[in-house]
C-alpha cells in the first residue's frame, strides 16, 4: 500500500487503538514517496515501545566472556602455600650458612671408565655377596673419606663463639637423598673405618627409610662432610651450598661422553663427571681445596686405591 498522511507526529503520544497514519491498499509507492517515508523510522520506537524487553537477551552476551574470565585468572593467578616445618628447617640452615661462611667453589673432572667398567665387572657378583647393588656413591664416600683423612682441615669446624678450630678424627658423611617431603641428609658413622659393602648397605638402608618417611633425628643429626649428587637429576654443574655446622660439601654430576686428550695426545670420548667442592674459606685455603679434589679424583680414576687406600 501507499502512505497517504501521517497523523501522530514524531515524539507525540498516543492511546491505544489511535490511528497513526492512513494507508491507501494496491500499487507501489512512487520513489518519492518512499524517500519521504524515511523519515518515519524515527518514531518507530514510540510504536514499538512493547518491545523495549527485547534487549534482555543481549544481556546474556557478557556471559561468554565471563565464562572465560576465570580460565585466564587461573592460569596467571597465584596461591598459598604454608611451608613445612622442615622446609622452614632448610631455608633457615642454608641462610645461615650464607651468611656465617665465606663460601667458595672449586671443580674438577673425573674419568669414569676405571669406576665403570669395574662395576659392570663386578656388579653382579657384589650383589650375589652382599645382597646389595654396587653403585657409584659408595665410591665418592670412600674417595672421600680418604681425602678427608689427607686434608684435615676440610673434615674440621670452626666455632665462632670461643674462635677455634674443630678438628675431628671421625669422619661422619652427610649423603643427600630425597624423600617424599624434599631432600634429606642422612649420615654414613665413621666412614674411615667401613669397606665398601659396608657403606654401600648403610646408603641404601639410609634411602630406603628416606623414601618411607621412617628416618630418625639421629639419623640426620651430626656429620662433618656432605656429598650431595645432582647427577642423578641431570645436573652437568652447579655449585653446592655448605650443610652448616660442616665446612664443606662435594657436588656430583651427570656422566657424560666428553672428549679427553690422553698421555700419548690422542683424543678419545670418555665418560666424564664435573666435581665441585664448595668449602668454607675461612677455615679451607684455596691449596687444600683443589688436593682434596685432585685427590678424591686419583682414588676414582684408578679405583684400586679405594682398596689399597694410597
Do not use: W
Amino acid at each position: 500500500g501507499t502512505l497517504v498522511e501521517i497523523l501522530a507526529g514524531a515524539d507525540s503520544t498516543v492511546e491505544v487503538g489511535q490511528p497513526l497514519a492512513v494507508l491507501k491498499p494496491g500499487g507501489e509507492a512512487p520513489p518519492k514517496a518512499a524517500a519521504a517515508a524515511a523519515p518515519v523510522a524515527k518514531p518507530a520506537p514510540a510504536a514499538a515501545a512493547p518491545a523495549k524487553p527485547a534487549p534482555k537477551p543481549a544481556a546474556a552476551a557478557p556471559k561468554a566472556p565471563a565464562g572465560g574470565a576465570p580460565d585466564a585468572a587461573a592460569a596467571s593467578g597465584e596461591r598459598r602455600v604454608k611451608m613445612t616445618r622442615m622446609r622452614q628447617s632448610i631455608a633457615k640452615r642454608l641462610k645461615d650458612a650464607q651468611n656465617t661462611t665465606a663460601m667458595l667453589t672449586t671443580f674438577q673432572e673425573v674419568d669414569m671408565s676405571e669406576v665403570i667398567a669395574l662395576r659392570k665387572e663386578y656388579k653382579d657378583a657384589f650383589e650375589q655377596a652382599h645382597g646389595v647393588r654396587l653403585g657409584f656413591m659408595s665410591a665418592f664416600v670412600k674417595a672421600s673419606a680418604f681425602a678427608l683423612q689427607q686434608i684435615p682441615g676440610v673434615n674440621a669446624v670452626i666455632d665462632d663463639s670461643t674462635s677455634e678450630i674443630i678438628y675431628r678424627d671421625y669422619i661422619d658423611i652427610s649423603v643427600a637423598v630425597a624423600s617424599p617431603r624434599g631432600l634429606v641428609v642422612p649420615v654414613v658413622r665413621d666412614v674411615q673405618t667401613m669397606s665398601i659393602f659396608k657403606v654401600e648397605a648403610s646408603i641404601a638402608e639410609l634411602a630406603q627409610k628416606a623414601k618411607k618417611e621412617e628416618l630418625t633425628l639421629d639419623d640426620m643429626s651430626g656429620g662433618t662432610f656432605t656429598i650431595s649428587n645432582g647427577g642423578v637429576f641431570g645436573s652437568m654443574l652447579g655449585t653446592p651450598i655448605i650443610n652448616p655446622p660442616q665446612s664443606a660439601i662435594l657436588g656430583m654430576h651427570a656422566t657424560k661422553m666428553r672428549p679427553v686428550v690422553t698421555k700419548s695426545g690422542d683424543i678419545v670420548p670418555r665418560p666424564v663427571m664435573y666435581l665441585a667442592l664448595t668449602y668454607d674459606h675461612r677455615l679451607v685455603d684455596g691449596r687444600e681445596a683443589v688436593t682434596f679434589l685432585t685427590t678424591v679424583r686419583d682414588q676414582i680414576e684408578d679405583p684400586r686405591r679405594l682398596l689399597l687406600e694410597c
